[in-house]
C-alpha cells in the first residue's frame, strides 16, 4: 500500500477520532503506578491508514533498546531518525557533511531533512505500524511533521531517564558513534534539556504521552511499555 503512494501528506487518519477519544481520558501516562485502562476492540491489524509512535528521550535513555522489544512483540517497523541520518552520512549524499558537523556539535539536524529521510522510508514500507524514535526532538521537528504529514502520532512515549545513568550508558554504548564521547555528550543533554520539554508538554496536554520510567533493568522496563500496545489490540507477533 505504501509503495504506490508518492506522498503521504494526503492520506487520511480514519481511525484518529477513535484513538485520540480514548487517549485523552487520561493526562500523562505514568504507567508504572497508574492502571491502564482497556480500549475499545478495533481492528488495527487490517488498518490502512498509518499508526505512528513517537519515542523521545535523551541519549541513552534506552529508547532503541525499547524499539526492539516492541518490533519483536508488535510487528512495528522501526525507523531511528538518528540511524536513518546516520546512514545519510556512510552514503555521501550531498548532505552527509551537514549533517555529521551537525552531529559531532550535540546538535539537530534541519527538520525538513529528516523529515525527508523518514517519510521514504515509511513509503517503502507496506507496514502500517511505525516506531519513529528519536523524534521529534524540538518543537520545530514536531510542527514541521505536522505540517508535512498532516498529521499527528497516536502514541508518544517518553522514556524518563536522569543524565548521570545516560551518560553512563552512552559511554559504554561501543557502537563506534561520533557523539558518544564526553564532550558532544555534554552539549546532547544541553540541547535535549531546552527543546524537549516543550515537545513533551505538548503531548502531555494532548492526551498522548505516556511516561515510562527509564531507570531499571531492559525487561523491568519493557513491563511498563507493553501494556500501552497491548490496549490498541494489534494482532500480536510473539506473547
Ligand atoms: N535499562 C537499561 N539498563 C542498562 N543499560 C541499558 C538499558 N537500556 C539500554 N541500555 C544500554 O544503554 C545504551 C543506550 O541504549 P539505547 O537503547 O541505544 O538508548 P537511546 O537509543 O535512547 O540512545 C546501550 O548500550 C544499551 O545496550
Ligand atoms: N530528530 C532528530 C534525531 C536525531 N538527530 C541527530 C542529532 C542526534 O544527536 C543524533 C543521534 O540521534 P539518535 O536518536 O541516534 O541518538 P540516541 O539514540 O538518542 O543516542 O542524530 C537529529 O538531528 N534530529
Ligand atoms: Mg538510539
Known amino acids: 500500500m505504501w509503495r504506490r503512494v508518492t506522498s503521504v501528506s494526503h492520506l487520511t487518519f480514519a481511525h484518529k477520532s477513535t484513538v485520540n477519544k480514548n487517549a485523552c481520558t487520561f493526562k500523562c501516562w505514568e504507567s508504572f503506578t497508574t492502571e491502564i485502562p482497556r480500549k475499545e476492540k478495533t481492528t488495527y491489524q487490517r ?46 549524499s550531498a548532505d552527509g557533511i551537514m549533517i555529521l558537523n551537525t552531529i559531532k556539535e550535540g546538535k539537530i ?27 521529534p526532538r ?7 511533521f505536522e505540517q508535512i504529514f498532516g498529521a499527528e502520532p497516536d502514541v508518544v512515549l517518553f522514556f524518563d531517564c536522569p543524565e548521570d545513568e545516560m551518560v553512563k550508558r552512552v559511554l559504554n554504548r561501543n557502537q563506534g558513534r561520533v557523539d558518544d564521547n564526553i564532550d558532544t555528550i555534554k552539549k546532547r543533554l544541553k540541547v535535549f534539556t531546552a527543546l524537549n520539554l516543550p515537545v513533551v508538554n505538548h503531548y502531555l ?35
Open 47 to 92: 488498518a490502512k491508514t498509518p499508526f505512528i509512535t513517537f519515542v523521545l528521550g535523551g541519549p541513552g535513555s534506552g529508547k532503541g533498546t525499547q524499539c526492539m522489544k516492541i518490533v519483536e512483540n508488535f510487528g512495528f517497523t522501526h525507523l531511528s531518525a538518528g540511524e536513518l541520518l546516520r546512514r545519510e552520512i556512510a552514503s555521501n
Open 205 to 239: 496536554e494532548k492526551g498522548k504521552l505516556y511516561k515510562i520510567n527509564g531507570v531499571g533493568t531492559v525487561d523491568e522496563i519493557y513491563k511498563q511499555v507493553h501494556p500501552v500496545f497491548s490496549s490498541f489490540h494489534f494482532e500480536q507477533v510473539r506473547v
Open 138 to 144: 524540538s518543537e520545530d521537528n514536531r510542527k514541521a
Open 109 to 135: 539536524v534541519p527538520s525538513e531533512l529528516t523529515i525527508k529521510l523518514i517519510q521514504k522510508e515509511m513509503e517503502l514500507s507496506d507496514n502500517y505500524k511505525f516506531l519513529i524514535d528519536g523524534f
